[in-house]
């Protein structure tokens, strides 16, 4: 680590005054009430491995895993400690060390660098998937639950893979849609990694409420993942590198705002600029690219823009689940809501601790399943208490974390609110008003 990034990393360190205040936020504190999975306790330790007071250790590395990186700690802190950035520093220098576990390790260099950091495996892989699912081969293996041999786990992460759809987004996209009649405004449209191949409708919709709302939208093929899961899991070089690659494709084109629908590609791309602050070549432009990206729900209901007015939809009763990197990297928080409100006829009944994370947080569902499901049975209940037909959300982790959720602990059966065994339905808020675009 550089001298300036220590000095940093000291000084964001330096502002914690041991308040306690994010205690009662922290979903690990919670699951244990340990003092060293809090917020501070983490503090403590990251700022003795620092002060070479300890050593990187089994126990060290555990607690910066178990945190989920969902920064409500931040939201909470009176003195306005970036705790995402220790928490980050901390999980750098455990894999510079190599002292990450196997699993981790294993996770990181076939998904997020294997796959992940590269378009063409990205999309070869979940072709694969497609495959494997559309030929009957993954429900045959569920249902055999030979999987259980090996592992309960292996079951139960194996009934995680999210579905592959027919099309991904950017099969045959133009690279430049206009809307009809005279623009109002010329935005670009980050369409990513992972959404690009299994949530495509989100992109769709995304981009034909753009349309509607008179926005001309230029979706450059050659942009790549955003590298948000490498910086939060420790993988600085390949953040860095992916994120210079979507810097020198999207300054190719000149547009007003980028727009971003996934609220962890959001948040990370707005920390461009911190992300490569030290670098003479990229530090002016990332920055510049940082300023312009917008979450498409922050976007949509700036003061000045105005939203074309929904025809609306009846009988819907609607909740919301407040992804951790839109509501406390991005504090965006109230616009989502201002959306859904806006559609005549919906219900909209507030979810019990919607900021509260879903347990999916990057790979953290993945490297830390029990304690995963642990935080996505209490969202779960949480839903089912609001007796909704429809959980909006606006990340993709969190959008198969609670479809999952949604399929493994049974809310429709709870839910019956129209007397029939009816499966709440995910959404994210833009799709939902774009089918009432479509009334
Ligand atoms: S709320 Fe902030 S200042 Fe207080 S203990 Fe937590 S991180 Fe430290
Ligand atoms: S980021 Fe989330 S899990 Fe980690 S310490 Fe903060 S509140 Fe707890």
Redesign the pocket.
């Known amino acids: 680590m550089n001298e300036s990034m220590m000095k940093h990393i000291d000084d964001v360190m330096s502002h914690c005054i041991h308040c306690g205040m ?1 205690l009662p ?5 919670a699951l244990t009430y340990q003092e060293q ?3 501070r306790g ?1 503090i403590r330790l990251i700022r003795s491995v620092h002060e070479n007071k300890i050593d990187l250790s089994d126990s060290f590395v555990d607690e910066m895993y ?9 939201t ?1 802190c009176p003195a306005g400690v970036q ?2 950035v220790l ?1 980050e520093d901390a999980r750098r220098l455990i894999a510079e060390k190599k002292y990450d576990p196997i699993t981790l390790r294993f996770v990181k260099s076939i998904f997020l660098r294997g796959i992940l950091a590269s378009k063409f495996r990205t999309r070869l892989a979940a072709k694969i998937l497609r495959w494997y699912q559309r030929s009957g081969l993954q429900e045959a293996v569920d249902r055999s639950d030979i999987l259980s041999v090996f592992s309960d786990r292996l079951h139960d992460k194996h009934a995680m893979l999210p579905k592959i759809g027919e099309k991904f987004f950017d099969d045959g996209v133009a690279e430049v849609i206009s809307p009809q009649g005279k623009p109002r405004g010329r935005v670009a449209f980050l369409f990513g990694c992972i959404m690009n191949v299994a949530l495509p409708e989100v992109h769709r919709d995304t981009v034909d409420v753009l349309l509607a709302n008179g926005f001309e939208v230029i979706i450059p093929k050659q942009q790549v993942c955003c590298g948000s899961l490498h910086g939060h899991n420790g993988d600085i070089v390949m953040a860095k590198r992916v994120a210079r690659e979507n810097i020198d494709v999207f300054q190719q084109y000149a547009f007003d705002a980028l727009i971003v629908d996934s609220a962890g590609c959001g948040a990370f791309l707005k920390e461009y600029g911190t992300l490569l602050v030290n670098d003479p070549i990229y530090a002016s432009k990332a920055e510049a690219l940082s300023k312009k990206t917008k979450d498409i729900t922050e976007f949509l209901v700036q003061p000045c823009e105005g939203l074309k007015p929904s025809q609306g939809l009846q009988g819907l009763r609607v909740t919301y689940h407040e992804a ?1 990197h839109l509501v ?1 990297t991005q504090r965006v928080s109230q616009q989502p809501r201002q959306i859904i409100q806006s559609i005549p006829g919906i219900e909209f009944v507030e979810l019990p601790e919607a900021t509260w ?1 879903c347990g999916s947080a990057g790979i953290y569902n993945v490297v830390r399943f029990d304690d995963s499901m642990k935080l996505l049975e209490r969202k779960i209940n949480n839903l089912a208490s609001t007796n909704a037909d429809i959980v909006l959300t606006a990340n993709p982790g969190c959008h198969l974390q609670l479809q999952y959720g949604i399929r493994k602990f049974g809310v429709s059966e709870r839910l019956g609110r129209h007397g029939a065994k009816r499966q709440m339905e995910v959404m994210h808020p833009v799709s939902l008003l774009n089918r009432t675009y479509k009334v």
């Open positions: 994010c936020v922290c979903p690990t504190y999975s809090s917020p983490r178990f945190c989920l990186d969902c920064q409500a700690c931040q909470a705790y995402g928490v951790c406390h994370c």
